[in-house]
């Protein structure tokens, strides 16, 4: 085990163990400044053993010029096996790979930029200032801040002009000489955009000389999704965080309050619908108990969003005197907000207890999020809200069902009868594809009819249950839009709404 010095890119061990072939043994790299190598002694030359052991060590394999030297820079007498950590105070020269290696990092992530010097600087070199401007992408990264603390600048005052968008402006001036090779300065930032990032050197001078060879590395910034609070881990508290977000709450205050910044959002879109919403709390709720595993954010194909959007619907029914809201489909995510008249209604009721919900309701909105892992049953009754007494009058539900949005508007009367048109019937899904089902409440329906753009009759069926029918779209299936009708033994009509097909 061995302790190196700062900006020490690779680490290796050579002795009488190995005949000093100097690059066959690189050792693994622990921390910045730490490396390991276990050694067996069945590998080493004949007569070896860890008693008469001895051995250096190089900052880069093949080249005695990486060997270490002592704090003085004088070189030192091989070393003799102890059970320890050895220490190497400087190299004779530090290895630096021509071009640094990337970073890799995750949206919302602090990083350090290292800019690192090549060169070995020597009294020689008697240089004691240096400027640059770095240029960046302010799209991708942020720049937060700085450090020279052990670095080769720690010993003088650095001064970075961070005014304009996407360029620094970085002096450094010191009595004492700069003394060898590795990181110059740490530049602190936050990667803010997935993408490739590619900070850019430009205009440095060491003194007055522009020749020596100084470099930053680029970055690569993945996009993260469903790690909302960025703990690294994918949990129920994520959806929560996303349902609350949906409904204007400010879920965590403390970490960043509202507006959320934009990769915030981003890594709670997991369905890549442009907004965060109770669907995005449903998908990552599926994902932390691994029922997917895959975000459809992150998918090329999404089996997933399509048939969740497509195949789930939500009714709205006045029962007495209340708002009865039943499931259809494959319903993992509602939002439901309403903008007039909502002083009418009162307290929601959840009566599915497995889903999981928030409210976000005042005197000046009335907003409600929904979600869950596994979908209620079809026609299940998963809310209920109350009517107050004094109202009469219609109630206008904007619903995010899944990814599709939908308006119902419901006509309430706390003390009248229902219209039979608005309650008695409900038609899901809708848009649909080959098939749609029929909840029929009214005990008047007697024959469900479809009829196409051009004025005809493409289906025609007597209701034979009252509570649940479906039809079968695929004898007569074509994109369009439809006109739906049930009619009474009388054959009056007494239900009538557009049916869309795709």
């Not at 030192?76 to 020269?93: E, L």
């Not at 720049?143 to 450094?172: A, C, D, R, W």
Request: hydrophobic share 40%; charged share 15%.
């Amino acid at each position: 085990n061995v302790t190196v010095p700062s900006g020490t890119y690779q680490c290796w061990l050579v002795g009488n163990f190995n005949s000093w072939n100097n690059n066959l043994n690189q050792m693994i790299k622990v921390d910045s400044t730490h490396y390991t190598l276990t050694l067996n002694d069945s590998t080493f030359a004949a007569g070896v053993t860890s008693a008469n052991l001895g051995y250096k060590y190089l900052s880069g394999g093949g080249n005695w010029a990486y060997v270490e030297k002592d704090s003085v820079g004088a070189e030192i007498p091989n070393r003799v096996y102890t059970n320890g950590i050895d220490v190497v105070r400087s190299w004779a020269t530090t290895y630096m790979p021509s071009t640094p290696l990337p970073i890799t990092v995750r949206t919302g992530d602090d990083f350090v930029l290292p800019v690192t010097v090549l060169t070995n600087l020597s009294l020689q070199n008697a240089i004691n200032s240096y400027q640059f401007e770095l240029n960046y992408n302010p799209q991708k990264m942020k720049y937060i801040g700085f450090s020279s603390n052990n670095t080769i600048s720690n010993s003088g005052i650095v001064q970075i002009n961070s005014n304009q968008s996407g360029k620094l402006i970085i002096g450094y001036a010191e009595s004492q000489y700069l003394l060898g090779s590795g990181v110059l300065l740490n530049l602190n930032f936050k990667a803010i955009e997935a993408g490739h990032a590619s900070p850019q050197i430009d205009k440095f001078i060491f003194n007055t000389d522009s020749t020596i060879n100084v470099v930053v590395p680029s970055v690569l910034i993945n996009q993260i999704y469903g790690d909302i609070d960025q703990n690294s881990y994918i949990q129920a508290y994520d959806a929560a965080l996303a349902l609350q977000y949906s409904i204007g709450l400010d879920p965590i205050p403390t970490i960043e309050p509202l507006p959320w910044s934009a990769w915030r959002i981003v890594a709670a879109d997991v369905d890549k619908s442009g907004s965060v919403t109770a669907n995005d709390a449903g998908i990552i709720l599926q994902y932390a108990v691994k029922l997917i595993d895959t975000f459809p954010a992150a998918a090329k194909v999404n089996p997933y969003k399509a048939p969740a959007a497509n195949n789930s619907d939500v009714s709205i029914v006045k029962e007495g005197n209340n708002l009865i809201f039943r499931s259809f489909g494959n319903l993992i995510g509602l939002n439901v907000s309403v903008t007039e008249n909502f002083s009418a209604l009162g307290t929601p009721i959840f009566n599915n207890q497995s889903m999981m919900h928030a409210t976000n309701i005042s005197s000046d909105q009335f907003m409600i999020g929904l979600a869950t892992a596994n979908s209620p049953a079809n026609a299940e009754v998963i809310m209920t809200i109350p009517i107050k007494d004094t109202f009469i009058g219609a109630i206008v539900f904007k619903m995010v069902i899944n990814t599709t949005p939908k308006e119902s508007i419901v006509s309430v009367a706390s003390s009248g009868t229902n219209d039979a048109y608005d309650q008695a019937v409900c038609v899901y899904p809708n848009p649909a594809k080959d098939k749609v089902w029929i909840k029929i409440a009214n005990e008047a329906a007697s024959v469900v009819r479809v009829y196409n753009a051009l004025g005809q009759m493409v289906y025609n069926s007597t209701i034979d249950n009252k509570q649940l029918m479906q039809i079968d779209t695929r004898s007569w299936y074509k994109e369009g839009i439809y006109q739906l009708q049930i009619v009474d033994a009388n054959k009056t009509v007494i239900h009538n709404q557009k049916l869309i097909i795709k």
